[in-house]
Every structure is written in structure tokens, then in C-alpha cells.
């Protein structure tokens, strides 16, 4: 069974369109996060959820953004979608973060998104 | 900028061939892990290494954590087209930082 549900699996998207890509999650972890993985590359940290708190990567562009209304479910909302953002999103969840010995990164199956 | 540089960047080998793909870094690991992703899909949890030295087994992988914590491998021991997939390595430095991945396709 699904534990990190994406939706949807493949998403197209109009240059300049804004758009959300939905996750959520069965574990009832704390954190989640946001990655983008472009083709043939590191996945990439965006963001991430500890609970309510939100953390933002340096270098992550004004462009994105991140909704966590509750435990349970998480957005993240392009707001003006370039070229460049075509990728895979990846929804990641972990028990506790800070990344302890053991504690796993649970993803979901990622959003495709394709700008036209 | 902690960076992972894992090699080869793609193989592609017969089924029942062994290969050993590599994790290298400047930097000190707390503890590294290996995922393995298949196409359209998320990346899944192999293994948990610790302790410098340390080597574990899954099956027909073996993970090596190198003994100053900068550097991993992993060998895969008569490959199977199952074993095809994205392989990545991940280090930990208070968050995850991902290796661009070694793309392993495995033909019958």
C-alpha cells in the first residue's frame, strides 16, 4: 500500500501558468519535504515541512512555494512555471528529520511536470 | 559545498556480470545511504551505513563504507535485468545530499 501518495504521476503545464503538485501521507511523520530531480541528475532539495515549521533552501527560487495545512498533506505551488522548471518532483517523508542514524526518507512516486 | 561524485555515471553490462559502483566525497560522512530508483518512480531505501569499515550485505549487494567515512561502494554480485535502476548514494550533513546517481541497465 501507497504510504506517500503523489498526485498526479504526470502533469503538463503553459509557460507562465501556475500550478500544484499535491502529496500526502499515511505515515503520520513529521517531516516532508520537496525535491526536484531533473533527468540524469541528484534529486535536489527544495524545502521541507518539520511539522508546522518551514525551511527553505538558499537557493531554492522565489518561484516555488509550500503549503502544509496538516499533518497529513503537502502542496508545493509553482507560481510562474519557465522551461527550466520541467523536472521530476519528488514528496519525501521522514519520522523525526535531522537525519539520526537509521532514519529513513520514505518518497512517493513523483510528479512529472512538463512546461510547454 | 559538500559533494558526492559517484562513477560510473551509466553501465551497461550482461546479465550475470558483476560491477561495483563508487561514492566519493572530500567530506566526512555521519552516515551514508544507498537508494535505488526505478523509472517513473520514487527512490527507495537500500541501506544504512555507519561506522567507517563498516560492510553490509542485501542479497547479492554488498555495501563498503570506506574507513575515514569520505567514500562507499557498491558490488553487485551476477547482476539481473531486476537490478536495473538509478542507483543513488546520499550523504548525510544534517540534511540529505544526494549523489547525481549511476543509471545501471542490466540486459538479458
Known amino acids: ?23 500526502s501521507q499515511t505515515l503520520n511523520h513529521n517531516v516532508m519535504y520537496w525535491y526536484q530531480q531533473k533527468s540524469s541528475q541528484a534529486p535536489k ?16 527560487p522565489d518561484n516555488f512555494q ?10 508545493l505551488d509553482i507560481r510562474s512555471p519557465g522551461l527550466g522548471d520541467a523536472a521530476m518532483y519528488l514528496c519525501a ?16 512516486s513523483g510528479t512529472q511536470l512538463s512546461v510547454l | 559545498t559538500q559533494l558526492l561524485e559517484q562513477s560510473p555515471q551509466f553501465l551497461s553490462i550482461q546479465e550475470g556480470e558483476n560491477l561495483t559502483v563508487y561514492c566519493n566525497s572530500s567530506s566526512v560522512f555521519s552516515s551514508l545511504q544507498w ?18 569499515g563498516e560492510v553490509k550485505k542485501l542479497k547479492r549487494l554488498t555495501f563498503q563504507f570506506g574507513d575515514a567515512r569520505k567514500d562507499s561502494s557498491l558490488h553487485i554480485t551476477a547482476a539481473q535485468p531486476g537490478d536495473t535502476g538509478l542507483y543513488l548514494c546520499a550523504g548525510e550533513w544534517g540534511k540529505l545530499i544526494f549523489g547525481q546517481g549511476t543509471e545501471l541497465s542490466v540486459k538479458p
Do not use: W
Open chain 2, 35 to 52: 537508494y535505488r530508483q526505478e523509472p517513473g518512480e520514487g527512490p527507495v531505501l537500500l541501506v544504512t551505513v555507519v561506522t567507517g
Open chain 1, 93 to 108: 517523508t521522514s519520522r523525526v528529520g535531522g537525519f539520526a542514524p537509521n532514519e529513513k526518507l520514505f518518497f512517493g
Open chain 1, 45 to 60: 532539495l527544495l524545502f521541507h515541512y518539520y511539522d508546522k515549521d518551514f525551511n527553505n533552501e538558499a537557493d531554492t
Open chain 1, 1 to 23: 500500500d501507497a504510504m506517500v501518495i503523489q498526485n498526479p504521476r504526470y502533469q503538463v503545464t503553459q509557460f507562465g501558468k501556475p500550478v500544484t503538485l499535491s502529496c
Open chain 1, 66 to 75: 509550500s503549503r502544509r495545512p496538516n499533518t497529513s498533506f503537502c502542496f
